[in-house]
């Protein structure tokens, strides 16, 4: 405040020990302090912008999908639909998945989600390749059990898949596991 | 490290005439509350932009969850307040600072009327000022019907209808600012699009002519 006593030299400085200066001490403390002042308002304002990403991941119920007893040896298309709660908004979002069951009478559920970039595939639809699923957008083709046979860089995902009182239930995507 | 960075930039753009000539200036001692405690109603012009600058950021913040849809509006500002972390303070920043800028920005129009500021050669910084205030008074109109509850419908039919009450222009002016023949969806996205696109912009350029006009012809002497 007041610039009588600016002029008071130290008389002697320890030896080998670096002083600091007044303007720098001042602009330490008034930095410090307007970073300090600052961070109440950027702090709320940063959190509450990440707040999606710390979100906990909820984990996935299962959903009927349909009775054991329809399940065949040649994939089959069932759809089912998915309570999604996106922020504010509430909605039902329809998913498919190509469920088969090999000879021992294992269940297993395909997502048609394509590895290579993200199309739709199905089961049989395209003459040149019988009995493979085949993804229309860049030809992306994978066998019975999802294994990737050309184009896609990784086999089709499965669900995953419980059975309970001759339904099958469905619940989380999850990488295939069946087949390398 | 910082220091580094900043010479090496400054080296190449010669950036520190600017900034010196924007922030290191010398503060005249009747404006100075440290000298006069009383000039603390020097303040408020600063306090005013201060504010701003929050209600702009916080601003920024809230589109990130906010949605201007009639189905929406509501869910997504009750969401962000209730579920996202920190959402009550930041809309808070927002819902306060809009009342506290208009105070703020009254004590300085008290402030250089009082001092007599506004007389020549600042009668242009003075009209200027004015219209910095209905922008500012736009802008909370504007912001206050985005949340769509009913305090906010009500309170711009009650705004739409003064604006209905212009002569001869009155009804064109409602149905400009209204987007229809209802107060609905297409009130609510053209009001959002004025309170954060059209009205920040002429803010933008207001301020700055304001503050240009400050530098130029330096703060008024003391009474």
New interface residues.
């Given amino acids: 405040?007041s610039n009588q006593n600016d002029h008071h030299e130290p008389s002697e400085k320890p030896p080998g020990r670096k002083e600091m200066s007044r303007r720098q001490f001042l602009a330490y403390t008034l930095g410090g302090a307007t970073a300090f002042m600052a961070m109440g308002?950027v702090?709320?304002?940063v959190?509450?912008?990440v707040?999606p990403i710390?979100h906990k991941k909820g984990e996935g119920e299962f959903i009927k999908v349909v009775e054991e007893s329809k399940i065949t040896d040649e994939p089959q298309e069932f759809s089912f639909e998915l309570q999604q709660q996106d922020?504010?908004?509430a909605s039902k979002a329809t998913l498919t998945a190509w469920i088969r069951k090999d000879e021992q009478g294992k269940i297993y559920a395909l997502s048609p989600i394509c590895k290579h970039l993200g199309c739709t595939v199905g089961w049989n639809n395209d003459k040149n390749f019988p009995d493979e699923y085949h993804c229309p957008c860049h030809g992306a083709r994978y066998n019975k059990l999802g294994k990737n046979l050309a184009v896609a860089p990784k086999p089709l995902d499965t669900y995953k898949l419980k059975l309970q009182d001759g339904w099958v239930y469905l619940g989380q995507v999850e990488p295939n596991t069946e087949v390398k | 490290m910082f220091k580094s960075v900043y010479n090496w930039i400054d080296e190449r753009l010669d950036v520190t005439p600017i900034w010196r000539d924007v922030a290191d200036h010398e503060v005249p001692e009747h404006v100075n509350p440290?000298h006069h405690f009383s000039a603390f109603v020097y303040c408020f012009g600063g306090l005013t932009f201060f504010i701003t600058v929050?209600q702009i950021?916080?601003g920024m913040?809230l589109t990130?969850?906010y949605v201007p849809d009639i189905i929406?509006a509501y869910?997504?500002v009750?969401?962000?307040q209730t579920?996202?972390?920190?959402?009550q303070?930041?809309r808070g920043?927002h819902h306060w600072g809009a009342s506290l800028v208009i105070v703020m920005m009254f004590l300085h129009t008290m402030r250089v009327f009082f001092t007599g500021s506004y007389k020549a050669p600042r009668e242009m910084n003075w009209v200027v000022g004015m219209l910095l205030f209905f922008v500012m008074l736009g802008l909370g109109l504007t912001g206050y019907l985005l949340p769509w509850d009913n305090k906010a419908y009500f309170a711009t039919k009650v705004t739409l209808e003064i604006a209905n009450s212009v002569p001869w222009l009155g009804p064109i002016i409602k149905e400009f600012l209204q987007g229809g023949t209802i107060v609905g969806a297409e009130t609510l996205t053209r009001f959002f699009a004025l309170h954060v696109f059209f009205l920040p912009a002429v803010l933008l350029v207001l301020m700055v002519g304001h503050f240009i006009m400050i530098r130029r012809q330096g703060i008024s002497g003391p009474l």
Avoid at chain 2, 83 to 87: D, H, L, M
């Fill in positions: 405040m308002p702090l709320p304002m959190r509450f912008a707040d710390l922020g504010w908004y | 440290a929050i950021l916080s913040f990130m969850y929406n869910n997504s009750e969401y962000l579920q996202v972390a920190f959402g303070i930041v920043m």
